[in-house]
């Protein structure tokens, strides 16, 4: 039984883990979520430089949101500005140069998540 109940875990704490690397850089994706834009899309190896994305997917806007700044932060990212308030949270992460302003809203239980990297010019 010790054994099930191990493995019950390891599931259910994989369900609430942070998604992959988009295109082999170091920005996380939303697990469970799909893109439905990517725009003006800059990479350099390792690296997401600018753009937008676009996700859509289901789920608790609460643990989402803790569970990609906590990701994010993992790949060397630094959360300096977040706010959760209702069906909406936003926030800014930033990584040497680069910001990455985002947005997560909740809509009768379905996400729309927006990522906007950018650097000074």
């Given at each position: 039984?010790?054994?099930?109940?191990?493995?019950?875990?390891?599931?259910?704490?994989?369900?609430?883990?942070?998604?992959?690397?988009?295109?082999?850089?170091?920005?996380?994706?939303?697990k469970g979520f799909i893109l439905k834009v990517a725009d003006k899309v800059d990479k350099s190896p390792g690296r997401i430089q600018a753009g937008q994305l676009e996700y859509e997917g289901e789920g608790d806007l609460n643990a989402t949101y803790r569970v990609f700044v906590a990701e994010m932060v993992k790949h060397g990212w630094s959360s300096s500005q977040d706010n959760m308030s209702g069906d909406k949270a936003t926030g800014v992460l930033s990584k040497d140069t680069r910001k990455c302003a985002w947005s997560l809203t909740n809509t009768n239980g379905k996400i729309r998540a927006v990522f906007t990297i950018s650097q000074p010019k």
């Open positions: 039984m010790r054994t099930v109940s191990v493995l019950f875990v390891m599931v259910a704490a994989a369900g609430c883990s942070g998604g992959e690397l988009y295109m082999e850089t170091d920005f996380i994706e939303l």
